[in-house]
Each structure stands twice: as C-alpha cells, then as structure tokens.
C-alpha cells in the first residue's frame, strides 16, 4: 500500500534552515505529483509547495516564495523540502502527500494520501 514517511523536522532559531524529507513506497513515484502541506496549532491544513511529476513545474505559498524549495529524486522515491529563513510562524506540523495526478495541484481536494507528519518548531 502507499506509505509517505516524513523525517527531518526539529526545533530550530528564526533565521536558521531545515530540510523535510518524504520517502515514498507503495506506488510508481514518478509518475505522481507531490506536495507539502502543514497544520499549525488551532488552524487549517495549508498549502506550502507543490512539484509535478517530471519535477519541471512547480508553486508556493505566497507565505514560503523565495525561502522554501521543493524537489524530487524519482530514483529514490524522495521529495524534498528546503526551509531556508525560518520564522516563528513557520512552526507546523508538516505533511508529505501525493496528488491524484502528475500536475502541481495545490488543494486538499486532490490528495489520495498523506504522511504522517513531522515537526518543525521555529523559535525567535
């Protein structure tokens, strides 16, 4: 079945940096789109980065533009996400999904499954 696992959150300074990693197994990585979402405490589930398929496309959250980046190794079944610039209200839990398609979709509505989850705490 499809597994998203999320690693490399932890609590951190304002201004410092953090790369969220995401292992997918369970279905043809390549062939999907994925996204990183996150949840901070007593809100929604939001839209932080989105990376087609063949990784040549992808959108951010105004909120992340220019500090967050998005990647993907389809041979590792990997994707990345590069926090650079943290601030204090980047503090959320942080969720690995995978789109219904290969396009950067950036809605909930289009995600067929989702990590677990990873923690990442910026303090000022």
């Known amino acids: 079945q499809v597994q998203l696992v999320e690693s490399g959150g932890g609590s951190v300074q304002a201004g410092d940096s953090l790369r969220l990693s995401c292992l997918a197994s369970?279905?043809?990585?390549?062939?999907?789109?994925m996204v990183w979402f996150r949840q901070a405490p007593g809100k929604g589930r939001e839209f932080v980065a989105t990376l087609s398929a063949s990784g040549s496309s992808t959108s951010y959250a105004d909120s992340v533009k220019g500090r967050f980046t998005i990647s993907r190794v389809n041979a590792k079944n990997t994707v990345y996400l590069e926090m650079n610039s943290l601030k204090p209200e980047d503090t959320a839990v942080y969720y690995c999904a995978k789109s219904y398609g290969g396009a950067p979709y950036t809605r909930t509505d289009y995600v067929t499954n989702w990590g677990q989850g990873t923690q990442v705490t910026v303090s000022s």
């Open positions: 369970g279905f043809t990585f390549s062939y999907y789109a």
